[in-house]
């Protein structure tokens, strides 16, 4: 019977042969894009009278000139940002309004306009260097920055807002009913989609709109371009697996957030909407011009006006939050696999990594742990001890991962579904019945995750109690939750489909996956709290579909790609776009989770992948056994190499969470991020910037000898292998296959741990080296954050956050700006690396009029490296202390 069932499931998935374009929708196939797309010539206008100025708001009503239909604009200021919104003037028509994405204290934010002039066409306010002009007939709203203009808002005229109507008043094709592959769609509320369009003058490139595998710099999708794209991107998501690349097809997760960035201004234009959306991007008229689609909802525009990266960064963070400050044993590698058979098989991959001195942290467990796709429940003759199992693995540091999906199997006697049923927790169909579809467990009922009442009911199934074999140390993977729907349309859930409080899920759809993910991480908070007290444990969950916010939950990846060189080359741009759109802890599964790498490609995915912000090597159920140990002595020293390179890197890896935690800035961050006066580093995306002082250059192709590498003004600039110094320009590096070409910024100090270790609790005590790269002018400064790296008593000042400046040949430790925490961490400073001091000169140096043990040494401790840098060593300088070391020229050498 149950092998009969599986085979039945397997005939459901589309999927299984690779994917397969026609499966899934173009514009020409969803009639709202074929209505809206490029159409312009709608009458919209305000009315002067109602137009009115009040503190924080603008606010007017907008009328439909053909038919007459009013709505109610309002234009919000806020610190850096405008806010337009846009809804029918009758609020009993009840148009969806994404919940549980803005912070709640956005309200304090809000900023009063300053009224310039009014007159019976326009108005005009200002908001400190920003101003407005609200243009009445037709509709239009110019945003300048510093006096120039910035965006503007339907410059094209293809605003369009399909107001509520009663069936029979008009009837064309799609307004009412829609079919694809099969799939009826009853569009019980007929057409309601929204259009607008956006203008960015002087810009040539714009990023954004995550997730495409696509450039960084979104090539044009409409115009006279030579590399413009029949298609618009989509933001809709799905199950797509073994995607094409150079694409703009939709994939796991959507984020509606686009930048726009020129030289000396960045800005950007964030749509909070979940239903599915198209955008067009075009280059015209000397800037970019776009335009974007949604099928339902309502028009909620913020416009982020900078002027600087790191500003719209930060006001994106303003209003969907910071990224979750994670566990540190989070930040190390990840070892996963569809499936490690048995506990035995996962005793044997965790032994591997101590017989081979590969350290890692988390071993993962696919669906086929769990018996018969039950979640929160083990297979008893595969995992007959999953506690034990897992205190095991914890006695060496390191954790374990379950997955964990939406797709309940509807059988009476599994706990968890019966409980839901009962509670009426599950999704309804357009009948209002129990939503059935298709999964991996076969019949399959779908939490309502708008329903807030069944997200508390699910975060409770997570505490030790309830989650039967489970311990402290197991967290958690949400898969499959776009949500994947093996018989519906486009594998997805039918959007009419109906949630709590009768919302179609055509207007949550992008939603729901993060909706999921932030209830199960409440869940792991809940069961922190529970065994750990007031300071408890932070959450660990990732996730294959996200939303704006998810940012705030934990992280995700790049989903199902393949073993190729395609593939490794379209991650960088993947993730520096999903980086910018608020969401840095992500990454790619490394090796591609399709097919079968060559050695080659392996190697360099591992070398590329230790700077993702999310590390993991996983696999598919069909592939050949890929663990870092079995390409050969040759691939496991360099992909040893390469994953000790990652836990060395973890101490500045950690302080960049950090920033990101506190201002929502980007880890993995293109070079025109932190470089906006480089011309030519707009749009690049071959290479990238780990924080503010490392360049990483991957190589991304097979049997590469060389590589192309442009590094900014100004420098200099120190290979991070051997410190050897390089001016900025254009190089051409000689490279094989243990090459990593990386580079420290003059002027930055960075922290590193060079100790090799089985994991990072191992770590923990381990004694830190300071590499300090001088810049022109002899100075440089970082900083280093840490804590417990595991609860959330940082909330309450355990911690240290220091800055360390070099300038006058003295280097510092100080308290970091804005507060340095109190945590007594035992943690030395052993070792000083200092590049770019005058060459040609002996060094010496002293601490409180003592001198150090100096003499010309590596970068790093290898043996076989040149002797570039100068080296202070055998310091023991105290963490939590302040300290000044002072350099001397001439001094002796020890």
Same mark, same amino acid.
């Given at each position: 019977m149950r092998a009969c069932a599986w085979l039945a499931i397997i005939a459901l998935i589309p999927w299984t042969s690779g994917f397969k374009v026609e499966d899934f929708k173009r514009c020409s196939d969803s009639a709202f894009c074929t209505r809206l797309r490029g159409s312009s010539g709608e009458a919209y206008a305000v009315l002067p009278n109602s137009v009115a100025v009040a503190g924080s708001q603008i606010s007017a009503q907008v009328k439909h000139e053909a038919s007459g239909a009013l709505f109610q604009l309002a234009i919000t200021a806020y610190e850096g940002t405008v806010r337009l919104t846009v809804d029918e003037a009758d609020p009993s028509v009840g148009r969806f309004h994404v919940p549980e994405v803005l912070l709640p204290e956005l309200p304090q934010q809000e900023r009063p306009w300053t009224k310039v002039s009014q007159t019976r066409s326009s108005l005009r306010a200002s908001l400190g260097a920003a101003a407005v002009e609200l243009g009445y007939s037709p509709l239009k709203l110019v945003l300048n920055v510093d006096g120039a203009p910035a965006v503007t808002f339907n410059a094209d005229s293809m605003f369009a807002f399909e107001h509520r109507r009663a069936k029979g008043e008009e009837d064309p094709e799609g307004w009412w009913e829609e079919m694809f592959k099969g799939h009826r769609d009853s569009k019980p509320k007929g057409p309601e989609a929204i259009s607008f369009d956006l203008a960015f003058p002087g810009v040539r490139h714009v990023y954004g709109l995550p997730q495409h595998a696509s450039a960084l710099a979104l090539p044009p999708t409409t115009g006279l371009a030579d590399n413009a794209t029949s298609e618009p991107y989509r933001l809709y998501n799905l199950d797509v697996f073994e995607y094409a690349v150079d694409s703009p097809f939709g994939l796991y997760g959507s984020i509606p957030l686009l930048w726009a960035q020129r030289l000396g201004l960045t800005v950007a234009a964030f749509w909070l909407n979940a239903a599915e959306m198209y955008v067009d991007v075009e280059h015209a008229g000397g800037g970019v011009r776009t335009q974007w689609v949604a099928e339902s909802g309502v028009l909620d525009l913020f416009l982020l006006l900078g002027p600087s990266p790191a500003e719209v960064s930060r006001q994106y963070a303003r209003l969907t939050g910071t990224t979750a400050m994670p566990q540190e044993f989070a930040l190390g590698y990840h070892q996963c696999r569809w499936n490690y058979r048995d506990e035995a098989d996962v005793r044997a991959v965790d032994a591997g990594f101590d017989r081979h001195d590969i350290p890692y942290d988390v071993i993962w467990l696919d669906i086929e742990h769990t018996d018969g796709k039950r979640y929160f429940t083990w297979d008893a003759a595969l995992f007959p001890e999953p506690e034990a199992l897992q205190e095991d693995i914890a006695s060496r540091g390191r954790r374990t991962v379950t997955i964990i999906d939406p797709h309940i199997k509807r059988d009476p006697g599994y706990h968890i579904y019966s409980e839901a049923a009962r509670l009426d927790y599950f999704v309804k169909d357009r009948d209002g019945k129990e939503f059935d579809g298709w999964c991996w467990p076969g019949s399959s009922a779908y939490l309502d995750m708008l329903n807030p009442a069944a997200r508390d009911w699910w975060a409770k199934l997570f505490q030790l109690d309830a989650y039967k074999g489970s311990t402290p140390h197991l967290y958690v993977w949400n898969d499959m939750n776009e949500p994947s729907v093996f018989n519906g349309p486009e594998i997805t859930m039918h959007k009419d489909s109906l949630h709590f409080g009768g919302v179609e899920h055509r207007s949550v759809h992008n939603l729901y996956g993060a909706l999921y993910h932030n209830a199960t991480a409440q869940g792991l908070l809940e069961r922190g709290t529970a065994v750990h007290g007031e300071d408890g444990d932070r959450p660990f969950v990732l996730s294959r579909a996200f939303f704006a916010g998810s940012q705030r939950i934990g992280p995700i990846w790049t989903g199902d790609n393949s073993a190729t060189w395609e593939q490794l080359r379209i991650s960088v741009p993947m993730l520096l776009s999903i980086g910018l759109a608020g969401l840095p802890f992500s990454g790619a599964d490394v090796g591609g989770f399709f097919g079968n790498p060559e050695e080659e490609l392996l190697v360099r995915w591992y070398q590329a992948g230790a700077f993702y912000p999310f590390f993991r090597g996983h $696999?598919?159920?069909?592939?050949? *056994?890929?663990?870092? =140990?079995? %390409?050969?002595?040759?691939?496991?020293? *360099?992909? *040893? &190499?390469?994953? *000790?390179?990652?836990?060395?890197?973890? !101490?500045?890896?950690?302080? @960049?969470?950090?920033? $990101?935690?506190?201002?929502?800035? !980007?880890?993995?961050?293109?070079?025109?991020?932190? %470089? !906006?006066?480089?011309? =030519?580093?707009?749009? $690049? #995306? #071959?290479? %990238?910037?780990?924080?503010?002082?490392? @360049? &990483? $250059?991957? &190589? @991304?192709?097979p049997g590469a000898a060389q590589r192309a590498l442009r590094l900014p003004a100004p420098g200099p600039w120190y290979s991070a292998t051997t410190g050897e110094a390089a001016a900025p320009g254009e190089h051409t590096l000689d490279v094989t296959l243990d090459s990593v070409p990386a580079y420290l910024r003059g002027g930055a100090i960075l922290p590193f741990k060079e100790r090799a270790r089985r994991s990072t609790g191992a770590m923990a005590r381990d004694p830190l080296t300071l590499v300090v790269a001088l810049d022109a002018a002899g100075a440089a400064a970082g900083e280093l954050y840490v804590d417990d790296g595991r609860s959330f008593a940082y909330r309450r000042g355990v911690f240290l956050h220091r800055r360390f400046e070099f300038a006058g040949s003295v280097l510092t430790s100080r308290p970091a700006p804005g507060g340095g925490g109190a945590m007594a961490s035992g943690v030395t400073v052993e070792r000083l690396v200092v590049l770019g001091l005058q060459p040609g000169r002996e060094w010496g140096a002293q601490r409180d009029g003592a001198p150090l043990d100096v003499a010309p040494g590596p970068l790093l401790l290898r043996p076989g490296l040149p002797r570039s840098a100068l080296v202070v060593r055998k310091l023991g300088l105290p963490l939590d202390a302040d300290w000044a070391v002072t350099f001397l020229p001439g001094g002796a050498v020890a």
């Open positions: $696999a598919h159920l069909d592939t050949k *056994r890929r663990e870092p =140990w079995l %390409f050969g002595e040759a691939a496991t020293e *360099r992909i *040893r &190499v390469a994953i *000790r390179a990652r836990y060395a890197m973890l !101490p500045y890896l950690y302080t @960049l969470f950090q920033a $990101a935690h506190a201002e929502g800035l !980007p880890i993995m961050r293109p070079l025109a991020f932190e %470089f !906006p006066g480089e011309a =030519w580093a707009l749009g $690049a #995306d #071959d290479a %990238f910037m780990l924080g503010p002082g490392l @360049l &990483v $250059a991957p &190589v @991304l192709e």
